[in-house]
T-cell receptor, first 113, second 110 residues
Framework: KAGVTQTPRYLIKTRGQQVTLSCSPI?????VSWYQQTPGQGLQFLFE???????NKGNFPGRFSGRQFSNSRSEMNVSTLELGDSALYLC????????????FGSGTRLTVV | QQQVKQSPQSLIVQKGGISIINCAYE??????FPWYQQFPGKGPALLIA?????SEKKEGRFTISFNKSAKQFSLHIMDSQPGDSATYFC?????????FGKGTRLSVIA
């Protein structure tokens, strides 16, 4: 079966711009989580959605936002990009929170210049 | 993020040797203890997981040992192979988002 699909795979943006990343979960998975991975901070939790509702949010500024659609696909948006937002953004889906294990996509590599 | 402490940060093991990675956690509400494996350019992938009602679980060359009273669990890779070279993360969870440790970069050399 198809895995978690993230688009685009690579993105280069300029400081001050905004960006939208997309995640299509495994069919039947209703929980989608987003993570930011950087060499310095490692993997940090951004937010989690379940059935179109945000269930948890990490410690990131309000410039980071997300949403989930009725088909469980999710998007995250980063506004007013900063150089420090350069990272690998990973999406993970699961049947439910935590217990069922998560399947990660290959990520979107965002570079802010 | 300080809820999970993983050690060592990096590990070099000879091919055929045993790799051991440790994880200590603080939140006693955690009830699912997985290890994820990540190769460069890829997202993490679930490798093996254990629930707190057992002390050990083995899947092929990979074994999790769990010590509930010490709030620690470890990953043992027997007969380590160069293809095992990756970054490993312990991610204890419960009714909470995954909490990642800093990761352990394993290099298996021939």
């Amino acid at each position: 079966k198809a895995g978690v699909t993230q688009t685009p795979r690579y993105l280069i943006k300029t400081r001050g711009q905004q960006v939208t990343l997309s995640c299509s979960p495994i069919s039947g998975h209703r929980s989608v989580s987003w993570y930011q991975q950087t060499p310095g901070q490692g993997l940090q939790f951004l937010f989690e959605y379940f059935s179109e509702t945000q269930r948890n949010k990490g410690n990131f500024p309000g410039r980071f936002s997300g949403r989930q659609f009725s088909n469980s696909r999710s998007e995250m948006n980063v506004s007013t990009l900063e150089l420090g937002d350069s990272a690998l953004y990973l999406c993970a889906s699961s049947l439910g929170q935590g217990i069922h294990g998560y399947t990660f996509g290959s990520g979107t590599r965002l570079t802010v210049v | 993020q300080q809820q999970v402490k993983q050690s060592p940060q990096s590990l070099i093991v000879q091919k055929g040797g045993i790799s051991i990675i440790n994880c200590a956690y603080e939140n006693t509400a955690f009830d699912y203890f997985p290890w994820y494996q990540q190769f460069p350019g890829k997202g993490p992938a679930l490798l093996i997981a254990i629930r707190p009602d057992v002390s050990e679980k083995k899947e092929g060359r990979f074994t999790i040992s769990f010590n509930k009273s010490a709030k620690q669990f470890s990953l043992h890779i027997m007969d380590s192979q160069p293809g095992d070279s990756a970054t490993y993360f312990c991610t204890p969870s419960g009714n909470t988002p995954l909490v990642f440790g800093k990761g352990t970069r394993l290099s298996v050399i021939a």
